[in-house]
């Protein structure tokens, strides 16, 4: 939803990621250097490099490895000089699992980046339970997780995280300037996830 005299935010741009651009992406610095490009938006090496602790030229070139297979791109209007600012090409990523069945690297690779995911998901709870008496009573009940159990089939498991999805993206289109300006307004991160309770294979 746009403020009155706004134009609309436009779609998030997404990507279905190929064999070539998931082998890339795979790899500790480079999933932080996407994500600090979409959260942040665009940035020198530099910054990103004090931003995620490491130094210039690790960050330099794992960006260079991200844009030869289009996953960040130079930002032409701040550049100056030898300064180059990179912004990330796409702000969703997608894939399915089956999209990397004939090929043993990228498949490993997509393995090794659904790790990283929950990983971060680890990361982000446990920050969470350290820090959440910090927070005002309005966002210690609006954060944290839940979950409900179910018996469906694959089909029906699909139009359920369609629809969910669905919701999410309208949420994310309609912030507004107004929700910037909110004073408790803050960024966060809304994790989707679906897994078959331990039964075995199906």
């Known amino acids: 939803m746009a403020v009155d005299g706004e ?4 779609a998030p741009r997404e990507v279905r990621i190929d064999k070539r651009q998931v082998r890339v992406l795979a790899h500790p610095l ?13 940035a020198t090496a530099t910054t990103l490099a004090e931003l995620l602790g490491t130094n210039t030229g690790a960050t330099s070139y794992h960006l260079r490895q991200l844009a ?6 130079e930002d032409p209007e701040r550049g100056s000089g030898r300064q180059r600012w990179w912004q ?10 089956t999209d990397f069945d004939d090929d043993p690297d990228a498949r490993a690779a997509i393995e090794w980046i659904q790790g990283d995911q929950v990983r971060l998901l680890v990361e982000h709870a ?3 339970f350290a820090t959440q008496h910090e927070w005002s009573p309005a966002w210690r009940d609006a954060l944290g997780m839940g979950d409900i159990f179910m018996t469906i089939p694959p089909a029906r498991l699909e139009e359920l ?14 912030a507004d300037a107004a929700d910037a300006a909110d004073p408790q307004a803050r960024p ?15």
């Open 7 to 10: 134009a609309p935010r436009p």
């Open 30 to 42: 480079r999933m932080r250097l996407v994500g600090a490009l979409r959260v942040n938006g665009p």
């Open 68 to 73: 030869e297979v289009g996953l960040v791109v």
């Open 88 to 97: 990330a090409a796409h702000d969703v990523t997608s894939w399915e699992p």
């Open 126 to 128: 446990e920050r969470w």
């Open 161 to 174: 995280k369609a629809e969910v999805w669905q919701v999410l993206e309208r949420y994310h289109r309609e």
């Open 188 to 202: 966060v991160q809304v994790f989707l996830a679906a897994y078959p309770l331990r039964e075995g294979p199906r």
